[in-house]
């Protein structure tokens, strides 16, 4: 009995130094010392209608009858807006859908209208009207964006409409009207021809192409990213080796002259193994460990191997937000 109770003893420390000897993956953010985009504040409280603008040029434009709420609770709206990459990368708002298909972005916005504290949804077939301070094309789609137990992001694609303006002859001013995507290039062309019989006729006129197809009217509210579905990038899967001990790693994959960029935190730090990375012609892995608040770095160029020895270096956040400037 006593030869059993040594070995039982025995395996459980074995198991115990096997437990020890893992590498599992601490979740932190690289940029947390970075400065990131900060959640806007607007109290609406009981106004039926408001024009509300960002810092960034984003407008929405608030009706109260698209919520079911009474006319004498207060409202409020939380906005973020996020039309660089380098603020996607920096708040980890990544450029992937939820089936693996990567996407560049034109821009990112977070609404999230409260009443008293408690998060506000658009009622049935009810959609709130967002001008964004960009230039949509026919490619261009809307997406909402899902948040996962590791705050990593991924889009979905979501039914939106886009408002372009016409001129009423009757009523002699511009109504808009929403209309699917599809359909924008002809109401593009449309107004430019009606913008130069303005100028011919009745002088100077606003500028046309700041009216088409800059407004949404959503369906959805939360995260929503102005993007549009890259072409075949190929996949690979990927191993790398890190002898260097950390607290925790993250991988991010860029890509040159592309507004896109997505990332993983592995299981391990020592053993790293990625699957179904979208790949292009201009590629870099980005790999960024810490290690007691000392963060360590490298940046690999993507080409025919597929297994990969780390050599982290150590790095400051300046020298860290360098390495992902493009």
């Known amino acids: 009995m006593k030869k059993i109770g040594i070995l039982i003893l025995g395996l459980a420390f074995l198991m115990g130094c096997i437990e020890e ?14 400065e990131k985009v900060e959640s806007q504040f607007f109290d609406l409280d009981t106004l039926s209608l408001k024009e509300i603008e960002g810092k960034m040029g984003t407008k929405i434009y608030f009706l109260r009858e698209s919520f079911d709420i009474d006319s004498t609770d207060k409202i409020s709206l939380e906005l973020k807006e996020f039309y660089t990459i380098s603020d996607l990368i920096k708040n980890n708002i990544r450029t992937i859908t939820q089936d693996n298909e990567l996407l560049e972005s034109s821009g990112v916005i977070y609404l999230n209208f409260t009443k008293n504290g408690e998060e506000l949804k658009l009622k049935d077939s009810a959609t709130i009207r967002v001008r964004l301070p ?8 809307i997406f909402n964006g899902e948040m ?34 599809d359909s924008l290039p002809y109401y593009q062309e449309l107004w ?10 009745i002088g100077s006129y606003e500028n046309i192409d700041k009216k088409v197809g800059s407004a949404v009217s959503l369906t959805n ?30 991988m991010y994959v860029v890509y040159d002259n592309l507004n896109s960029f997505t990332s993983y935190y592995p ?36 080409g025919d191997k597929d297994s990969m020895q780390l050599s982290l270096q150590s790095i400051n956040q300046t020298e860290l937000d360098k390495l992902f400037k493009k």
């Open 267 to 302: 299981d391990e730090t020592e053993n790293i193994i990625l699957t179904g990375v979208p790949v292009l012609e201009n590629t870099s892995l980005i790999a960024v460990g810490i290690k007691e608040k000392q963060l360590y770095a490298q940046k690999i160029r993507v």
């Open 134 to 141: 960009l230039e949509l094309s026919e490619q261009d789609k």
């Open 221 to 250: 509210l939360g995260w929503i990213n102005v993007d549009r579905f890259v072409e075949k990038p190929a996949t690979m899967d990927f191993s790398f080796t890190n002898s260097l001990e950390v607290d925790g790693i993250v």
């Open 192 to 201: 430019r021809k009606q913008d130069s019989i303005y100028e011919k006729t």
């Open 21 to 34: 000897k893992e590498t599992r993956n601490n979740i932190f953010d690289p940029f947390q010392a970075s």
């Open 148 to 181: 996962d137990s590791l705050n990593q992001i991924s889009w979905s694609e979501t039914e939106a409409y886009f408002m372009v303006l016409r001129f009423n002859k009757t009523y002699q001013i511009d109504m808009g009207y929403n209309v699917t995507l």
